[in-house]
């Protein structure tokens, strides 16, 4: 056996070596043969059988969930259990089998799939929801019966690295972090929201492999760095030796920089540069606060929305007040929804859409949906009594939506003051600036918003035309391009002479090789994953403010990507590397 290697985008750092585990996410065989007459019963007992494991098995998965993360994150498969208890689905299948003389597998198949067909039909929102639940329950019962391995990432119960020709951010936020040491997919760029989602459970991760999941099978040794973006499929013995130092030197590495988080974040010649951290769910909370946050930049609220039900106000204001009270005095910039484009969950409908990330995501999807607006708005301004929130609207396009989102939210302060509902009433309003006309008429809408936050996993995306989520074009997504630069100054300018306030919070400002270029640009205040936060805070203590100007100064000069990102890549070799 001959060692593999190969390579693919970081999505997530760290070194892990384990036994591969290929997961095909929905691709499952169904085996179609007749049964003997004498045989009906004993199939028909096979069916019954496969049942009651499958409900075991989700019940388990509910405990699991409940433990792990949430209650209402369990509560997710209530319905996959009612499904398998509904009497006329069971009828269903004996008679198929029995009349039919067809196996277990091939009789569940096709009542599955005549009822998806048919719900697929029905206008009923809430029916079509019941698509996925069938599919997910019929890919589960085949397993079972076939004693194949589990069809749900949830399921693994040993230590593995799981390989995938894609994962989408709920599949991930879902998977067992006690024995998924890392995870690589085929597809997906370093700012996917999955690959977001794997910084946030701090599992190693790289994405965009293009195919390596049909180069290993399950059970293969592997090897995932992580820090250099290589997967070693079938290392020799010396190689994983090398690799189980290289990953002990990595945690030690990881435990020196911890020591800074007490650590005044100031640049040499004494700027206060503010750290605040990203949140995707709100478990990581205390991760956060301990990396040394100054609280939270982006709370990303759409993950509260995982559910196939709506989360109701009392809910989402029961969740956002928890973090809001946690990191009380300091500041939580609440997000409202951003679903859509990658994001897609059973109530959005989007994926019927042509071009998802120019179709109805974020802002525009609470504007076109403002009963759930309204509530979100409701909740986030009652969770402002107990912390210092912001509240801040994504994907903000045009000058009328922002004064739309705000014109609502005056209405629902009305509303709760009517009532006597206490709220901030001093809450600073602000918006994402991640489309380029944001940034072109910024010195417009500073004349609007309290703040402003530069969402560069978009801004790069639609300055440059290209998908973050694509492997294929990942070559031309990058945050360093002349393009790009620019109009990151021109924000910082239009803010500076509107008087806005301005924090950065796409990956861009996690990255440490960028600090040095946000830091000269005139940013002050960076969200980011926690995982980043000591190696930027290291870099932030390590720089003057001066030098990082020089830097930006000389980068603005230049005109073709690689030779900026060949002198932001010197400059931080020269500095870091060997510190
Ligand atoms: C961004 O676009 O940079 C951002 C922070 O928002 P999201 O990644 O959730 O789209
Ligand atoms: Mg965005």
């Not at 994405?207 to 250099?228: E, F, P, Q, R």
């Not at 440059?464 to 990942?474: G, N, P, T």
Request: proline share 4%; with cysteine; net charge negative.
């Amino acid at each position: 056996m001959s060692t593999t290697i190969t390579k693919g985008i970081i999505a997530s750092p760290g070194i892990r070596i384990g036994k591969a585990y290929v997961y095909q996410g929905d691709s499952i065989i169904i085996p179609k043969y007749s049964i003997p007459e004498e045989g009906i019963e004993a199939e028909i007992a096979r069916f019954g059988k496969a049942v009651e494991q499958t409900k075991d098995e989700i019940k388990a998965i509910q405990e699991q969930i409940a433990q792990s993360l949430s209650k209402d994150m369990a509560d997710i498969f209530t319905s996959h259990i009612m499904v398998l208890e509904d009497p006329k689905i069971e009828e269903n299948v004996r008679t198929t089998i029995a009349g039919k003389r067809r196996n277990a597998e091939w009789a569940i198949n096709d009542i599955s799939l005549e009822l998806m067909n048919s719900l697929s039909t029905i206008k009923d929102d809430y029916l079509r929801e019941r698509i996925i639940d069938i599919s997910d329950i019929n890919k589960r019962l085949i397993a079972n019966l076939q004693k194949t391995r589990s069809s749900s990432l949830m399921d693994i119960n040993e230590e593995v690295i799981v390989f995938a020709p894609d994962l989408t951010p709920s599949e991930t936020a879902l998977m067992n972090r006690d024995h998924i040491l890392a995870f690589v997919t085929d597809r997906g760029g370093r700012t996917s929201h999955t690959a977001i989602m794997a910084r946030a459970l701090e599992i190693p991760a790289i994405v965009g492999t293009i195919n390596c999941t049909s180069m290993v099978k399950t059970d293969d040794l592997v090897v995932v760095d992580a820090v250099h973006g290589t997967i070693i499929i079938d290392p020799t013995p010396e190689e994983v030796e090398e690799f189980r130092k290289y990953e002990k030197d990595f945690r030690e590495l990881e435990e020196e920089l911890a020591k800074l988080t007490g650590l005044p974040s100031k640049t040499r010649d004494k700027e206060e540069i503010f750290i605040y951290g990203n949140i995707e769910i709100p478990e990581e909370m205390s991760i956060i606060k301990d990396h040394g946050a100054q609280g939270i930049g982006l709370f990303r609220s759409e993950f509260l929305f995982m559910d196939k039900s709506l989360p109701d106000e009392e809910k989402q204001f029961q969740e956002y007040r928890r973090v809001v009270e946690f990191f009380n005095p300091m500041p939580v910039t609440i997000r409202t929804i951003d679903v859509g484009a990658d994001k897609v969950y059973a109530y959005t409908n989007h994926y019927r859409e042509r071009n998802p990330f120019l179709g109805c995501r974020a802002i525009r999807f609470s504007l076109e949906n403002e009963d759930l607006f309204r509530i979100q708005l409701r909740a986030i301004l009652r969770a402002s009594n107990f912390g210092k929130v912001n509240l801040m609207f994504p994907m903000i396009t045009t000058i009328e939506e922002f004064k739309k989102a705000k014109n609502i939210t005056a209405e629902i302060m009305e509303e709760l003051r009517k009532e006597n509902t206490p709220f901030d009433d001093k809450i600073k309003i602000g918006l994402m600036i991640e489309v380029p006309s944001a940034v072109v008429y910024a010195d417009i809408l500073g004349k609007y918003a309290d703040f402003f936050s530069v969402g560069t996993n978009d801004l790069v995306q639609y300055t440059l035309a290209v998908d973050r989520i694509s492997e294929k074009i990942a070559y031309l997504y990058n945050p360093l391009n002349l393009s790009v630069l620019r109009f990151l100054k021109q924000v910082v300018e239009s803010a500076k002479s509107t008087s806005t306030s301005l924090s950065i919070c796409g990956e861009m400002a996690g990255e440490p090789q960028y600090t040095m270029v946000l830091l000269g640009l005139g940013f002050r205040h960076l969200s980011m994953s926690p995982i980043y936060m000591h190696q930027v805070k290291k870099i932030i203590r390590s720089v003057s403010i001066k030098e990082c100007r020089d830097l930006v100064k000389s980068l603005l000069a230049l005109e073709d990507t690689d030779d900026i990102e060949k002198l932001v890549r010197k400059k931080f070799k020269e500095k870091f590397e060997h510190s």
